[in-house]
């Protein structure tokens, strides 16, 4: 029986530059000292080197060579790198000599059967500490892997913390990270914001969220088929010229996250609507400080994370779609994404407006997520409410004044 079933029948799938990224973005997304493993690591690929890349001073990184290469051409791999890297990157012969980590990475995508992936997942899970992460990658084409995804998602529903489509990959690839046992609250505070391959760059401050990237496409294939299908009208130039346009509007800016551990940032762009405190019996009991802030079409879309926690219940509301300025908008289709905090229950809504009618929202049940991380986005205008604990926290802003998602502190612990 060869080491890694799932792994080692699976044809050669190759993994790029943004694929090898997220493989490794559970590892390289921690501040304090984290271990990693590589199962069927190769001396050649980039997860390897986005995973040395990533290595702190208190990192422990373990390589387990897979069937395109040796353990000691990893040495050697390793030993070229310099004695700071050697230092901190052992290699070993099997998985049975690896010590549990805090994140396992399997180095090459799977192919193998449900059973296959399943018989896998069982081996490392038995490698992980106390909340670890597992990140893998399927190739997402149709086929046999199909019935290996859902099962992915199935062993990993209960803790999961989700999976990214990477279409800049031949083939696109499905990565998913699974967690197994219930991650520490307090571990959300050390971590950075997470890399997520849905938000496109296009230059080094600015980038676009993958809606927008299809969104833009679809407008210029129509564009082509109606140049195509009538040459002599100018018709085509309607959806070639919309596509700026459409693709701004799900523009994503990086954002310099505040250091001020008491800080909460906005979740989204836009102006001030409402600071109040009220009760809601959906989040627990007592007060809760709700900040409310519009975001008319111009604003940027994307929401972020107001502080740091761990997801712990994410729900849908029906409603109607009223003007998100309006007293209605109460009433509005709403996803809520619900936070335990070293600070109490945090709660962001994301609602519907007049013009939005579709909610996106990346952070599944179980996830780890740090201040100013990239959450979802609302289509075409809405407004974003975060819940804070009102005997914790006090609010920054004030109505009507214009807000930065993940960048203006809306309001501050107060212990």
């Given at each position: 029986m060869t080491p890694f079933p799932a792994v080692s029948r699976a044809p050669i799938v190759g993994v790029g530059a943004t694929a090898a990224r997220a493989l490794t973005a559970e590892f390289a997304r921690h501040n304090a000292a984290t271990s990693a493993i590589v199962v069927g690591a190769d001396h050649a690929s980039l997860v390897v080197a986005n995973a040395v890349e990533a290595l702190l001073p208190d990192d422990r990184l373990t390589l387990v060579a897979g069937e395109r290469s040796t353990a000691d051409l990893l040495r050697d791999h390793i030993d070229g790198l310099g004695s700071w890297i050697a230092d901190r990157v052992h290699v070993v012969e099997s998985l049975d000599e690896a010590q549990p980590a805090d994140v396992v990475i399997v180095g090459e995508p799977l192919t193998g059967s449900a059973s296959d992936v399943r018989d896998l997942l069982d081996?490392?899970?038995?490698?992980l500490t106390d909340g670890g992460v597992v990140t893998l990658a399927v190739p997402a084409t149709p086929g046999r892997t199909g019935g290996a995804a859902a099962e992915l998602f199935r062993q990993g529903a209960l803790f999961g913390v989700g999976s990214d489509l990477v279409v800049r990959n031949q083939p696109p690839l499905r990565v998913h990270r699974l967690r197994f046992t219930a991650a520490d609250t307090r571990v959300a505070a050390t971590l950075a914001p997470a890399y997520r391959p849905s938000s496109v760059p296009v230059t080094r401050g600015m980038h676009i969220d993958s809606n927008g990237v299809a969104a833009a496409g679809i407008a210029l294939g129509l564009a082509a088929v109606a140049r195509t299908a009538r040459p002599k009208s100018k018709l085509w130039l309607l959806p070639a010229l919309a596509a700026a346009?459409?693709?701004a509007f799900f523009r994503d800016p990086e954002r310099d996250v505040p250091d001020d551990p008491s800080a909460v940032v906005a979740a989204a762009d836009g102006r001030v609507l409402s600071i109040e405190?009220?009760?809601?019996e959906r989040f627990g009991p007592g007060e809760f400080l709700r900040v409310a802030v519009f975001l008319s079409v111009l604003d940027v879309h994307v929401n972020r994370v107001p502080v740091a926690g761990r997801v712990t219940d994410y729900f849908v509301e029906d409603g109607g779609y009223a003007n998100a300025m309006t007293a209605a908008a109460e009433h509005n289709v709403a996803a809520y994404t619900v936070l335990d905090t070293d600070h109490g229950t945090v709660a962001v809504?994301?609602?519907?407006g007049?013009?939005?009618r579709r909610i996106v929202q990346r952070v599944p049940v179980g996830t780890l997520v740090a201040r100013g991380e990239r959450m979802g986005l609302i289509?075409?205008?809405?407004?974003t409410d975060v819940y804070l604990p009102a005997d914790r926290a006090?609010?920054?802003v004030s109505v009507?004044?214009?807000?930065?998602?993940?960048?203006s502190v809306i309001a501050r612990w107060l212990n």
């Open positions: 081996r490392l899970g038995k490698h346009p459409v693709a405190r009220m009760t809601d809504a994301q609602r519907t007049l013009i939005a289509r075409f205008g809405s407004r006090e609010a920054a009507n004044e214009k807000v930065i998602g993940g960048s």
